[in-house]
């Protein structure tokens, strides 16, 4: 946020861990579905973004295969998961000179994103591939509703800090 620092710093000094909502004159203000919508871009309204965890290597290479048109090699995947690295060289050497090729560097790229930015786990050299079959049908990854688990992600994460703060406030 460049050029913002001053915001930034009021954000931040405003911003209570224990609520998880900003502080501001007006009243207590929260994140909302729609402020992620808006913010990282992400449909709300469409199908659920599910994904079965499947750490077989068979669903793994299927889904590999049918996203990113190669197979991964035993050291590019682990217990279902795929290497962040090996994702990207399919995504970075992929030609785009085709609609199929295009499609392909396409599903990297959101497969990228959807393990790092919006899926993180503690990992940051894995992807878990159970967001693979979603990117199968290209003509369909739009009509995903993936701000959803975004901001019920971030909702639970809220609540079970909460609840622990009040358990650690009234057992003291």
């Known amino acids: 946020m460049r050029g913002h620092a001053a915001l930034l710093s009021a954000l931040v000094e405003r911003w ?7 502080h501001l004159p007006v009243g207590e203000v929260t ?11 992400l449909p709300i309204n469409g199908e659920a973004v599910t994904g079965r965890s499947d750490s077989s290597h068979q669903f793994l290479v299927e889904n590999c295969i049918a996203c990113f048109g190669r197979e991964p090699g035993p050291e590019d995947h682990v217990l279902g998961k795929v290497n962040l690295a090996w ?3 399919c995504r970075d050497t992929e030609p785009c ?5 295009v499609e392909r560097y396409v599903r990297a790229h959101i497969f990228c994103v959807l393990g790092t930015v ?25 009509e995903y509703s993936w701000g959803q688990p975004v901001w019920r992600t971030y909702t639970d994460r809220c609540v079970v800090l909460h609840d622990t703060t009040v358990k ?5």
């Open 31 to 41: 994140v909302t579905l729609e402020d992620v919508s808006y913010i990282l871009g």
């Open 97 to 101: 000179d085709t609609q199929e090729s």
């Open 16 to 22: 209570r861990p224990e609520t998880h909502t900003f």
């Open 118 to 142: 919006v899926f993180p786990d503690k990992s940051t050299t894995l992807l878990n591939s159970k967001f693979l079959p979603l990117l199968r049908d290209f003509h369909r990854i739009s």
């Open 168 to 172: 650690r406030w009234t057992t003291h």
């Open 87 to 89: 994702v990207r060289r």
